[in-house]
């Protein structure tokens, strides 16, 4: 078992930044991948950004690369998004999710590959 709580939400204007964190307990985390996913209103979930188990891999969808940045604490069991230059159409709530590894690959994009969810954090982006 996993338990993910996001954190660090919020509104924020056009070209500023925000920085989620994503706890973690129970299983060890330094043992799994990490992601993050968003999903805009009336739109489905999609990926953001992906990061190994020791955080020397990273991922990122093409629409925040070089605005995003994911990394990862694993002595302190949180996983980061640093979040510059924002956009309107960054509106979304954000959601970090573990891949225990069964059935996955690196980079995994696939929302049906991650095993555990945190609630999600509302990210709004005003122009």
């Known amino acids: 078992q996993v338990q993910l709580v996001e954190s660090g939400g919020g509104l924020v204007q056009a070209g500023g930044s925000l920085r989620l964190s994503c706890a973690a307990s129970?299983?060890?985390?330094?043992?799994?991948?990490m992601g993050w996913f968003r999903q805009a209103p009336g739109k489905e979930r999609e990926f953001v950004a992906a990061?190994?188990?020791?955080?020397?891999?990273?991922y990122y969808a093409r629409s925040v690369k070089g605005r995003f940045t994911i990394s990862r604490d694993n002595a302190k069991n949180t996983v980061y998004l640093q979040m510059n230059s924002l956009k309107p159409e960054d509106t979304a709530v954000y959601y970090c999710?573990?891949?225990?590894?069964?059935?996955?690959?690196?980079?995994?994009?696939?929302?049906?590959?991650?095993?555990?969810w945190g609630q999600g954090t509302q990210v709004t982006v005003s122009s």
């Open positions: 129970g299983r060890t985390f330094s043992s799994y991948d």
């Open positions: 990061i190994n188990w020791s955080g020397d891999s990273t």
């Open positions: 999710a573990a891949d225990l590894g069964s059935g996955s690959r690196w980079p995994e994009t696939r929302i049906l590959s991650y095993d555990y």
